[in-house]
Every structure is written in structure tokens, then in C-alpha cells.
């Protein structure tokens, strides 16, 4: 077997030591085998990371592509944009797509590869899976499309513009009098959260200002409310609030709101996505928009590309994002980035 060259059955066969036929029917889960020959077999494709690929089969004979999505979540206004997008272009392009979801996954690796023998190519979103996972699955031979995630050499990417937007909008608290912000997330949590604390970072360098460690938390609601309490018990509260996403940044401002404590005069409070509620909160919610269903739908457009052979070159694309101003920091309008 060439070096990088993906595993093949009659690799599995010549390491197993049995015929194709043998191997086929363990792996096709078709007529008698012992278990023996199961054990054999399972141990050689384990060892050669080989992966069924349903791509080869399909295109033989003609069937309609299968998209596998492997998403983190789905809980949260962000994941049905994305979803939508994707959606709309594959069943406008006659294809069907399987969804795999691994929060609470006891064996996210397992499911991935049981899905990769029954789909065309696989897009993942964020960490959804871990990095060794993910180049599994492409030394295998699998189309990949990666979403919301650091480019890998050999694999498209899709993701949105974050650290220059965040720096942006951070200048912009601070040009208006601002000093003592936080930033509300975990920038360990997701590449896109990394980039935007990195953003706000950098605005804070810039001016000379002290770079405070974030609030680590996760981006729910939960969360949002929590860290509004935690501020609201402190006697050194901060000026401004960063959140990492409008689920954060909903909840900071209304549990701010029913404390009696005026947004924005007293504290500003600013999110991420610009989902539905951030236009119809009071005061309204300055946040960065997405364009969540263009990233679904290109990366639909973008794995049909390499499952088809129309590119085999990764390209990476960066879709821009909007700065949304509204009454949580005291302006209002919007300016594209």
C-alpha cells in the first residue's frame, strides 16, 4: 500500500489474509462468515484506517448524493439558519442529507466513520469532532467540508469573518467612553469564539488598555443570567459586556433590566449572530450579524463540488459579517465589514 494513498478492500483482504469475497461479506454485513474471519477483518480495516466510501459506489451507479452534517447541537436559534441554508440548496440539487449530532455522543469517532459508509462526503461544524478525527477521515478519502473551523490542509472551509468585526465593534465601545470591559465567553470553546476574543483583545492593545481574562462560560441562556448576577453582586462592575453570542447577551441585558440597572447608561451589553429577538428586545441589541444561511448553503455547494470531481483543489472561503448598532451601546444603524 502507497504512503497517503487511502486504504482500499483489497488492502483489508491481503492484511486480513482473506479472499475479497470473505472480506466484502464482513463489511457488507451479506452471507455467512465465522467470527473469526469478522475479527480478522475488523482488526486490518481498524489498522488501515479504511473507510467503505459510499462516493465510489454512488457514482458507479448513479444514484442521488448523501450529505452527512455533523453539527455539535442543535439547540439554539444558530443551528436552524445554518441548517436552512444547507437544506434549501441540496433539495434544490436533488440531494438528501443525513444529520449526526455528538453532544451526548458516547463515541462521536464511531458514529462519524459508520457515517461516512453511508454518505457522499461530510460537512462538520465546529468542534464537533476532534481535529485527529477529522484528518481520519480525510487520509480515508472522504470529501470534507469543514464549517466555523480552523482551514486543515487538504480540506475546504466555510466560515464567517469574526476577529476583525470584533475589533470593530470594541473600538467602538471604547471611542464612546467605555473602560472597563469584559468579554463574555470561552474562547476555548470554538475557533469562532477564539477569533472574537481575539478581536477584542486587540482593540483593548491598540489603546494601550490592559487585556482582562474573559468570563469563561458557555453560550446559553443559562449562562447569560448567571454572569448578569455575578455582575450585579460585585461593587466593581464593568461598563460594557462582550458577549460571545445574543443567547449570552439576551439574557445578561433583561436579567440587567429587571435588577434596575439602565442599558445602556450603565452597563453596555453587546452580542453575536443578530438572531430575531436582538431586533425586538428593549433596548435593542447591538451584535454582529451572520449570514448563517449563505454558510449552509455554500457549504452544501462546496462538498457537491468535491463529492462530483468538479474541484479537487481545498479552497477556504471567509463570508463577511455586519456590524449592527443598536440602543445596548447607545447608537443604532449598521456598517458592513
Known amino acids: 500500500m ?3 494513498r487511502p486504504a482500499t478492500i483489497y488492502d483489508v483482504a491481503a492484511r486480513a489474509n482473506l479472499s475479497i469475497a470473505t472480506v466484502s461479506r464482513v463489511l ?3 452471507g455467512p462468515v465465522s467470527e473469526k474471519a469478522r475479527a480478522q477483518v475488523g482488526q486490518a480495516a481498524a489498522e ?3 473507510m467503505p466510501l459510499r462516493a465510489a459506489r454512488s457514482l458507479a451507479v448513479q444514484r442521488h448524493e448523501a450529505h452527512g452534517l455533523v453539527l455539535p447541537d442543535l439547540s439554539g436559534p444558530f443551528y436552524g439558519d445554518l441548517l436552512m441554508g444547507y437544506e434549501r440548496w441540496a433539495g434544490a440539487h436533488g440531494q438528501s442529507v443525513v444529520l449526526t449530532v455528538t453532544q451526548g455522543n458516547a463515541d462521536p469517532r464511531r458514529s462519524v466513520r459508520d457515517l461516512a459508509g453511508r ?3 461530510i460537512v462538520v461544524h465546529g468542534n464537533a469532532l476532534e481535529r485527529s478525527t477529522i484528518q481520519e477521515l480525510h487520509k480515508a478519502g472522504v470529501p470534507l467540508v469543514l464549517v466555523a473551523h480552523p482551514p486543515l490542509t487538504g480540506c475546504d472551509s466555510v466560515r464567517t469573518e469574526s476577529a476583525s468585526s470584533a475589533e470593530r465593534l470594541t473600538s467602538r465601545l471604547l471611542d464612546h467612553g467605555r473602560q472597563q470591559l469584559v468579554f463574555v465567553g470561552d474562547p476555548a470553546s470554538s475557533y469562532d469564539v477564539s477569533e472574537r476574543y481575539a478581536g477584542f483583545a486587540a482593540a483593548l492593545r491598540s489603546r494601550g488598555k490592559a487585556v482582562g481574562e474573559p468570563l469563561r462560560v458557555p453560550l446559553t ?3 447569560g443570567k448567571q454572569v448578569a448576577e455575578k455582575v450585579l453582586a460585585t461593587d466593581n462592575r464593568p461598563d460594557g459586556l462582550v458577549c460571545a453570542n445574543d443567547e449570552l447577551a439576551l439574557a445578561v441585558l433583561t436579567t440587567l433590566r429587571a ?3 439602565a442599558v445602556p447608561d450603565d452597563v453596555v ?3 453575536w449572530d443578530d438572531v430575531m429577538a ?5 433596548p435593542g441589541l447591538t451584535t454582529v450579524r451572520q449570514p448563517m444561511a449563505e454558510l449552509g448553503r455554500l457549504a452544501a455547494q462546496r462538498l457537491h463540488e468535491r463529492v462530483t470531481g468538479e474541484r479537487s483543489r481545498a479552497r477556504n472561503d471567509v463570508l463577511a459579517t455586519e456590524l449592527v448598532l443598536r440602543d445596548s451601546c447607545g447608537t443604532s444603524g449598521a456598517i458592513q465589514q
Not at 436582538?278 to 428593549?282: D, E, I, K, L
Open 119 to 121: 454518505v457522499d462526503g
Open 278 to 282: 436582538a431586533r425586538y428586545v428593549s
Open 28 to 30: 457488507q454485513g451479506t
Open 269 to 271: 451589553v453587546t452580542g
Open 2 to 4: 502507497a504512503p497517503g
Open 259 to 261: 435588577a434596575g440597572i
Open 221 to 223: 441562556e443559562e449562562s
Open 48 to 50: 488501515l484506517n479504511y
